[in-house]
């Protein structure tokens, strides 16, 4: 257990249906990072927040896709009229500044039918 | 950030030493060396990291070629839960930089009894 937390760890949706996912991240961290991992590839970066400030998107991103970190705490990632190309693990990671290490936390896992 | 190869499955006896090595010819001088590990269906764990230096933990070495164009990670007796991918990452540190992570395909890593 790294301290990173993440709920659910598994969701089945259909077609078209929003979800939602968080990330409770180790307390004394600022930073706040998502990436998604499709079967067989390294996880792939998606977002990241510096306390609540969101500081960089990937194109992979998309406007479907929305991500916040109120209050610098924990955040969540939401999918709005899901796809199939969207089923994957979404993984959260958190750091210190001076700590550049990233924690990751267990992943939720994605299904959509 | 640089690119990095790893050969793609190695296999292991269980009790022996596993040495993964990864190549990063177009290091740059204030990149670091990551090493993750991802055991199947958890989140990455982080493991070691260095600069120039040889460095040690209570989980593995990293042995870093002088030129820093590879590095070696090295698990000294593996057991069979050591079974995992291993992904080796340079990039640079520092709180100016958002410090994503970007991985490769990796190496599997599979101890056999």
């Known amino acids: 257990d790294t301290g990173v937390s993440q709920n659910p760890r598994h969701k089945i949706t259909k077609r078209g249906q929003n979800v939602t996912f968080r990330c409770d991240p180790i307390?004394?961290?600022?930073?706040l990072y998502w990436y998604r991992q499709t079967l067989g590839q390294g996880p792939e970066f998606l977002t990241y927040?510096?306390?609540?400030?969101?500081?960089?998107k990937s194109r992979l991103l998309s406007d479907r896709f929305s991500a916040e970190r109120p209050k610098g705490s924990f955040s969540t990632l939401e999918i709005q009229r899901t796809e199939q190309g969207d089923s994957a693990m979404y993984l959260c990671?958190?750091?210190?500044?001076?700590?550049?290490?990233?924690?990751f936390g267990p992943g939720t896992r994605l299904l959509v039918l | 950030d640089a690119k990095t190869t790893q050969p793609t499955s190695m296999d292991c006896a269980e009790g022996r030493a596993a040495n993964l090595p990864c190549n990063h010819s177009t290091i740059s001088g204030n990149e670091y060396v990551y090493w993750y590990r991802q055991i199947h269906s958890q989140g990455p764990q982080y493991i070691i990291h260095?600069?120039?230096n040889n460095e040690t933990n209570e989980m593995a070495s990293l042995i870093i070629t002088e030129d820093r164009k590879s590095s070696t990670l090295i698990l000294p007796h593996a057991t069979l839960r050591d079974t995992a991918v291993y992904y080796c990452?340079?990039?640079?540190?520092?709180?100016?930089?958002?410090?994503?992570?970007?991985f490769g395909q990796g190496t599997t890593l599979q101890v056999k009894p």
């Open positions: 990452i340079v990039r640079v540190d520092g709180s100016s930089n958002t410090g994503k992570l970007i």
């Open positions: 927040f510096q306390n609540e400030a969101q500081l960089e």
């Open positions: 260095g600069l120039k």
């Open positions: 990671a958190s750091s210190g500044d001076g700590l550049a290490t990233q924690y």
């Open positions: 307390s004394e961290h600022n930073r």
